[in-house]
């Protein structure tokens, strides 16, 4: 079997292991995140916790610094008695006698470690006697001339791991200072005890919070966990769906007026039912009205959608007598004009028949350009009559007159105006055509289920506004994007479109100096930005 069909076998169960694990976790951690009787219980055991371990903390800090200083005052006290054991300068002056002095001390003081006698003289400090004479203790030229002035010196040493206490005691005869007595007083005997002590402490420290946290427990279960079941169990009855739930909580704090609070709340919906059953059947009334004047809507859109399909009939009759004057008219004023040539240059032998045939040929023109003139007459559209229009208006009420089609067609429609648009100098017809030729296109585009957006707003400078039609349709082909704008180009199936919708909607802005803007995505859908100047911009 090869390693890496063996991997997902050998790292199973430690997967398995750190799942269980999680979970585990995940059911401990559950009461305590939900249940804020666990919550108090957790808060105030953290609080006393930190209380009490704070204060013991400090009392040991203190403590420790207080014994410390007694034993120090104990160490320079036994230096001082050690001082006053010297009789005289004779017998200060003797090493033999000193030392034997020195070792009884020590035999009685086991926690002395060393006692040294030190004699100052005009050369410098010279030890007299010593418990150990090899070993001297550890002062300084500094402390010595402390000593000299009559001051004791103390301070902390560590020896081996323990601690001591070095004293320099100043010996004086007759007022004068002559020497002084250093000494070490071991901490040993004492750091044991204090550590006894501190442990002690914190051993009933934790218990009293252990015991306490009980108890709290205890507290809490009486105090806040009867009254919340009490009012859980109301609420699950009324989840249930029951209609006459109660909560007796006889307890003189927060929880007596929550019950109340919640049993007034029950009677009062109670109450309210049948105003309630009152308001669904008005708005039920309402409702109805409201489709009916959906399916008035409707019918105006169908109305409207005939309408626009015979204006997009006419325009493509127009562009037909459009292409037909512009093909059939030249040619017709060329022949005019060689017909009056050649009448001019007839001979007088010819101008008998020739000139009534040629007077008729010359009718017959004239009559077909007189049709042609006609017939531009009738489909030519008339110019746009600028005023003020105001864009937001005009976008609502395109988007109310597409609604009830958008929603028969299984399609979601989304508005969103700027509340602050400036107008635009216009003609309205036009511009809430262009609009309305950009919603059907989306709306012919866009499959059951989708959702066509749209929206005004200022451009990116502040001297435009766009209004933009966003589809989820079936978009259009990045080869085909650049064309949609030209006749006769459409992206719909044959037989549905004749191409000249977005190219009379571009023309129609080109001539409000504006622009049309396309992105498409093929089966993603299509956006179409008309961008317009605002009215400072026009005059």
């Avoid at 279960?221 to 009324?238: F, M």
């Avoid at 429609?413 to 107008?423: F, T």
């Avoid at 180009?489 to 191409?499: E, L, N, R």
Wanted: hydrophobic share 45%; glycine share 8%.
């Amino acid at each position: 079997m090869s390693s890496t069909n063996l991997r997902p076998h050998l790292s199973y169960p430690e997967s398995a292991v750190h799942a269980g694990r999680l979970e585990w976790l995940r059911q401990f951690a559950r009461p305590f995140s939900r249940g804020v009787r666990y919550k108090l219980v957790l808060v105030s055991l953290a609080i006393l916790i930190a209380v009490s371990f704070g204060f013991l903390l400090l009392h040991r800090v203190i403590s420790s610094s207080w014994i410390d200083e007694d034993l120090r005052d104990r160490a320079v006290t036994f230096g001082q008695e050690i001082s006053a054991t010297l009789e005289d300068q004779e017998e200060f002056g003797s090493g033999p006698a000193l030392g034997s002095n020195i070792r009884r001390m020590m035999a009685v003081r086991t926690n002395v470690l060393q006692i040294d006698i030190l004699k100052f003289t005009p050369e410098g400090t010279v030890v007299v006697a010593s418990s150990h004479m090899h070993r001297r203790l550890p002062f300084s030229r500094a402390d010595g001339q402390r000593a000299q002035q009559g001051k004791p010196v103390s301070r902390l040493a560590d020896v081996g791991g323990t601690r001591a206490w070095d004293t320099l005691v100043p010996v004086s005869f007759k007022g004068d200072i002559v020497g002084a007595v250093g000494t070490r007083f071991s901490l040993e005997h004492a750091d044991r005890l204090h550590f006894r002590i501190n442990l002690w402490a914190l051993v009933f420290t934790g218990i009293s919070v252990i015991i306490m946290g009980y108890l709290m427990v205890l507290a809490v279960t009486y105090v806040v966990n009867r009254p919340v079941s009490g009012i859980l169990s109301a609420i699950q009855q009324v989840r249930d769906g029951g209609t006459t739930a109660h909560v007796k909580v006889v307890s003189g704090d927060e929880f007596e007026i929550l019950a109340n609070h919640f049993n007034e709340m029950m009677v009062r919906i109670n109450n309210f039912n049948t105003e309630l059953d009152k308001r669904i059947k008005t708005a039920t009334r309402e409702l109805d009205k409201k489709y009916q004047e959906v399916q008035r809507l409707n019918t105006m859109l169908y109305i409207t959608q005939r309408k626009l399909s015979q204006a997009e009939r006419l325009a493509v009759a127009g562009r037909v007598v459009a292409q037909v004057a512009h093909e059939v008219g030249t040619p017709l004023h060329s022949i005019a004009g060689h017909l009056e040539l050649l009448r001019s240059e007839l001979s007088p032998e010819l101008a008998g028949g020739a000139a009534r045939r040629l007077e008729i040929v010359e009718d017959q023109v004239a009559r077909v350009s007189a049709v042609i003139r006609q017939l531009l007459d009738l489909v030519r559209r008339d110019r746009p009559v600028f005023s003020p229009v105001d864009i937001a208006r005009l976008t609502q009420d395109c988007a109310a007159l597409v609604s009830p089609g958008m929603t028969a067609a299984g399609l979601s429609l989304h508005l969103h105006v700027d509340s602050d648009l400036p107008s635009v100098n216009g003609d309205r017809d036009q511009l809430m055509q262009v609009v309305l030729n950009l919603l059907s296109n989306a709306l012919d585009a866009t499959p059951a289920g989708g959702a066509i957006t749209v929206s005004a707003k200022r451009g990116r400078d502040k001297g435009h506004i766009e209004i933009v039609v966003e589809d989820t349709g079936v978009g259009i082909a990045a080869t085909r994007q650049k064309e949609i704008f030209e006749p006769f180009v459409s992206s719909k199936p044959a037989g549905q479109g004749t191409g000249l919708g977005l190219y009379i909607a571009s023309q129609i802005v080109r001539e409000h100096g504006g622009r049309i803007k396309v992105k498409s995505i093929e089966a993603q859908g299509s956006t179409l930005t008309v961008i317009l100047p605002a009215a400072k911009e026009q005059q």
